[in-house]
């Protein structure tokens, strides 16, 4: 990160509740800082209705990479239409930032479920859970767009369905991304630009939902598959997303494996 990205990073604040964006945009509160946009709950004034607002960070505009990725989500925002996606509803410019406007689609993430609320979830229930987004995931593969980030906060449970958010890192299939050089490890497995690191992803998010049950009987550290106590068939489903066993080619392939143990 160059020093003059260095120093705006550190002096950047996100904007005041009460700011009134594009003589239309009304901030109510702020959702999230990220590391390239800054995300608002807002009033429509004209509307009258509630929706996202994503700032691009100041310091990102500096770095062209920046603008690319927020360029990048806006083209695939507007080319998925899904109940289980936000809606793309505007991009603009203001005050030499750059905005998009989504819908919004309120409800949990399952740190909340389990940690706030108290929940856990059964292997079967678990599956469930993933064969749900993967229908999802599903859509937005065969329009070839692969997400990149499907992390706990970025999948929330709306009216007993499961949501994706945060298309910001996503990209369209066959393509490159400019910092690939620099992903190293589990982040080349999660940033690389295929549908397997969308289902690595499931795959540790599934992993952090099972382990909403698990009491440990030891202090030693075992692998997750000594720890939890999954039948052979999930355990290689598991196996399969995490690229520990021949990774999955298809969507559709892990939901026909997942149909058969539940």
Not at 7 to 35: D, H, N, Q, W
Not at 72 to 81: N, P, S
Not at 86 to 106: A, G, R, T, Y
């Amino acid at each position: 990160m160059k020093l003059k990205e260095q120093l705006v990073r550190f002096f950047e604040r996100p904007l005041a509740a009460g700011t009134i964006v594009a003589e239309r945009y009304k901030i109510e509160s702020v959702l999230g800082m990220g590391s390239y946009g800054i995300t608002y709950c807002v009033l429509d004034l004209l509307q009258q209705k509630m929706k996202v607002l994503k700032q691009l960070r100041r310091s990102k505009q500096i770095a062209k990479t920046g603008a690319l990725s927020f360029q990048y989500e806006r083209r695939i925002l507007q080319k998925l239409h899904h109940p289980c996606i936000p809606q793309c509803m505007d991009f603009f410019q203001w005050d030499n930032l750059w905005f998009l406007v989504m819908e919004l689609i309120e409800g949990k993430n399952y740190e909340q479920l389990i940690f706030q609320n108290g929940q856990s979830f059964s292997e079967r229930e678990g599956f469930l859970i993933v064969q749900d987004i993967l229908t999802t995931v599903s859509y937005f593969h065969r329009q070839g767009i692969v997400h990149r980030d499907l992390r706990i906060p970025n999948i929330i449970l709306h009216n007993e369905k499961n949501c994706v958010l945060d298309f910001g890192l996503a990209r369209f299939i066959g393509e490159q991304d400019e910092r690939s050089h620099t992903f190293k490890g589990e982040k080349q497995l999660m940033r690389e630009v295929h549908v397997r690191s969308d289902f690595y992803a499931l795959g540790h998010f599934l992993l952090f939902v099972l382990y909403s049950g698990y009491v440990p009987t030891t202090k030693k550290e075992r692998p997750w598959f000594e720890e939890l106590s999954l039948s052979a068939a999930g355990q290689l489903i598991l196996k399969r997303m995490l690229q520990i066993e021949q990774p999955y080619a298809k969507a559709e392939d892990i939901l026909q494996d997942i149909n058969r143990i539940i």
